[in-house]
């Protein structure tokens, strides 16, 4: 472990992590323990851990595998989870969040991490990274459960803006299938807009609008449309990308996590209000493990900024270890397979395809 000092070039297959370690609710430990459990199965990850080194570094010093593989900046500030994004970007410069942040602006590392407070990271992500060239509305993507061969759907906006025009839409369903092939391994994926029915005369103007928009661009985007989604499909496997405005999908998201922490709750009570229930429960022990982990929403945390100059990825306020180790998980594949530059590169394709300029781009 080092701490503020020089850092040298890290070997060209190694990827580096800034983590803001100061911003979650359940505190540096469950951070510290993320990043121990996914050092233990990705031998290329470094991390650059922003925040108060004392205690980082108390943490560290009883995990001295992890700790070489860590270098500590301190950071002095604290941006609380009830911060006003204005304050924020007022008085951050200096905090952990700030800081984690600059280092994939500056080029130190390749992914932030954060457990922080969401709106005051995407404004200081903006501030800092700027949002790609063509792009009016970043957005958030999240990884969404269902019964495709990987687990999961992709879904955005889930809060970044809470407006969308159609062109959004469109920049959402491009940016969404780049982040599903490079993050998923979907090779052409399958997009949906999301609508109150799938029927073709269904929805506002704008949706209709949108939904033209993504078919005519769907050939020279590397993607399928199969047309409107609905509430029901967010967990089906004919769809890859469920694309949305920011207001809808986060009012989508928070309903589903309550509801899975309704159900969870009345297994609970189901399992343990009597004795029999106890007996059938152990009895049962197997496949209700299984089940947990199958619908565990730690597996699926990290929500992705998509539409900006860098890679930065919001991990749960509440993460525990394996939550936050399922982030790094998936800022480590983002990285390994180039996802900022191929990202930059499909947009910026898009861009030029509806300018009727040729571009040349890589694939993403």
Not at 274 to 282: D, G
Not at 327 to 334: F, P, R, S
């Amino acid at each position: 472990m080092t701490i503020n000092e020089d850092r040298t070039n890290p070997p060209s297959d190694t990827v580096i992590i800034s983590i803001d370690a100061m911003g979650g609710d359940s505190g540096v430990e469950a951070i510290i323990g993320g990043m121990e459990m996914s050092a233990a199965i990705n031998p290329d990850i470094k991390f650059l851990v922003h925040g108060d080194s004392a205690e980082i570094g108390a943490l560290l010093a009883k995990k001295p595998e992890l700790a070489a593989r860590v270098e500590v900046l301190h950071a002095d500030k604290v941006i609380s989870m009830d911060e006003k994004p204005t304050r924020a970007l007022r008085s951050g410069k200096g905090s952990s969040m700030w800081n984690a942040v600059d280092s994939v602006k500056q080029g130190e590392a390749a992914v932030t991490v954060s457990c922080g407070n969401t709106g005051a990271l995407m404004a200081i992500s903006m501030l800092q990274l700027r949002k790609l060239p063509g792009v009016k509305r970043p957005a958030i993507a999240v990884l969404w459960p269902s019964r495709n061969p990987s687990g999961f759907n992709v879904m955005l906006d889930m809060g970044a803006d809470i407006k969308a025009d159609p062109e959004d839409l469109l920049q959402y369903a491009i940016m969404g299938a780049s982040y599903a092939r490079n993050g998923l391994d979907v090779r052409r994926p399958r997009v949906g807009l999301l609508n109150i029915g799938t029927e073709d005369n269904k929805g506002r103007p704008e949706l209709q609008e949108a939904a033209e928009l993504i078919k005519t661009a769907q050939s020279d985007s590397d993607l399928e449309y199969i047309g409107f989604v609905e509430g029901s499909d967010l967990p089906a496997d004919h769809v890859d990308i469920i694309v949305t405005d920011g207001f809808t999908g986060n009012v989508a998201l928070k309903a589903a996590e309550g509801t899975a922490r309704l159900v969870a709750e009345f297994m609970r009570e189901a399992f343990t209000h009597s004795l029999m229930a106890k007996v059938s429960a152990a009895l049962a022990s197997g496949p209700l493990k299984r089940l947990k982990n199958r619908i565990d929403p730690r597996r699926s945390n990290g929500g992705v900024f998509l539409g900006l100059n860098g890679t930065v990825i919001k991990s749960h306020g509440g993460s525990d270890a394996v939550a936050f180790c399922a982030a790094i998980k998936l800022a480590n594949t983002l990285a390994q397979n180039g996802f900022a530059e191929k990202l930059a590169a499909r947009v910026a394709s898009a861009t030029a395809a509806s300018k009727n300029t040729p571009i040349e781009t890589d694939e993403a």
